[in-house]
């Protein structure tokens, strides 16, 4: 039988395709990771990582003003440790006059109204290059939590908006709700990592900050048993829905492309703002093709995040936010 319905004729002209296309990506839908360094004048490429860059707080001033003027208008916050403030129990991330502490001071004396959020994990703090105390080979849970908390309560007192714990240790979320509520920090917000993998495709991330976890007898060599297993589905949602009961605002998938389903099945379990992480690894691996010419940057670059969209996110944490903005502008 000659077809009554022909699906192309919804195709046939740019007119049409954007009458009826479903998913469209703005400034809005993004949250911008910013990598900071003590110094002045210091604007480093980060090596596995193309066109991205740490700065000192001086240069993300400069930085944040851009990212206002694109349309950008949240920001999450991290920071890179000088290695002999290092220690096993996070000390130098309680420091009132610690590097974030005064991040969050500077973005806010430049740009007011931007959307401050900042790590919560002892990683980049920590000796070992783990998100929490290590003790006996393992990494404490409740012991990690109590610092957890009075780190994002610490970050809550210099100006941060939302605080977002990237630990996965057991608990966190309503610890740090608790301690917020009673310093009465009520409208500081959470953005949980709640279905963060063990993934390998942070490793460019770990060289920006010089966090990976260390290589030395009776230290885990990964972060295996707090970060999920990348086999498991059923896992991201209990981690979600128990985020959400403790008190998380707006819950995260991470990483991002390989992790689709996750974030469909994600979004259809809660209530609340689905953040998606598409990390370093995603970033570093279109740069390279791209580089090679092996791939169209732009063209993969939207393709990319438009199906993170579809799939769910209603925030995406990119570092092709600049790169996206830009080319849609
Ligand atoms: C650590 C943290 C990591 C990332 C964000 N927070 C790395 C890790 O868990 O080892 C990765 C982000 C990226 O790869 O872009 N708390």
Known sequence: MYPLRRNRRLRQSDAIRSLVRQTHISPNDFLVPLFVVEGSGVKEEITSMPNYYRYSLDLLKKEV????S????SVLLFVKVPDNLKDNSGTEALNTEGLMQRAIKTVKETVPEMLIMTDVALDPYSVYGHDGIVSEGSIVNDDTNAI???????????????????????GRIFEIRSLLEDEGFHDTGIMSYSAKYASAFYGPFRDALDSAPVDQQDIPKDKQTYQMDPANRKEAIRETLMDVQEGADIVMVKPGLCYLDIVRDVRNAVDVPVAVYQVSGEYAMLKA???????DHNAVMMEQVTAIKRAGADIIASYFAKDVVKLIM
């Open 289 to 295: 093709a791209a580089e090679k010419g092996w791939l």
């Open 70 to 73: 694109l349309g950008l208008k």
């Open 65 to 68: 003003k851009e990212l206002w």
């Open 148 to 170: 957890l908390a009075e780190m994002a309560l610490s970050h809550a007192k210099a100006g941060a908006d939302f605080v977002a714990p990237s630990d996965m240790m057991d």
